[in-house]
Nanobody, 125 residues
Framework: VQLQASGGGLVQPGDSLRLSCAASGFNLGEYAITWFRQAPGKKREGVSCISRGGGGTVHFADSVKGRFTISRDNAKRTGYLQMNSLKPEDTAVYFC??????????????????WGQGTQVTVSS
């Protein structure tokens, strides 16, 4: 059972990145997905989440609203975080996590069943 986050990198302010969260060993479609980030010296922050199944419920932290979108492809067992208009303050290690919830719910801060390793996102000119 594993979650694998990928897609991070070094970009300039205003650029875009898409992070992926791939699941193996379990059916990701039955789980809500949440993306977190943690910058050096700062608390972990819930960035965005998407509910299980069709992903009809999504939430975003105020700091990323209007710039980030979240989606999922259950056939590929993968979740995505599209990050646009990146800012230096978005620099952090990004993690994905999965939690088995009923349809229509997801949370930016909860206990999770599975965690992926982080992927570094650095936004710098």
């Amino acid at each position: 059972v594993q979650l694998q986050a990928s897609g991070g990198g070094l970009v300039q302010p205003g650029d875009s990145l898409r992070l992926s969260c791939a699941a193996s060993g379990f059916n990701l479609g039955e789980y809500a997905i949440t993306w977190f980030r943690q910058a050096p010296g700062k608390k972990r922050e819930g960035v965005s989440c998407i509910s299980r199944g069709g992903g009809g419920t999504v939430h975003f932290a105020d700091s990323v609203k209007g710039r980030f979108t979240i989606s999922r492809d259950n056939a590929k067992r993968t979740g995505y975080l599209q990050m646009n208009s990146l800012k230096p303050e978005d620099t952090a290690v990004y993690f994905c996590a999965a939690k088995r919830l009923v349809f229509g719910y997801c949370y930016l801060n909860a206990s999770y069943d599975y965690w992926g390793q982080g992927t570094q996102v650095t936004v710098s000119s």
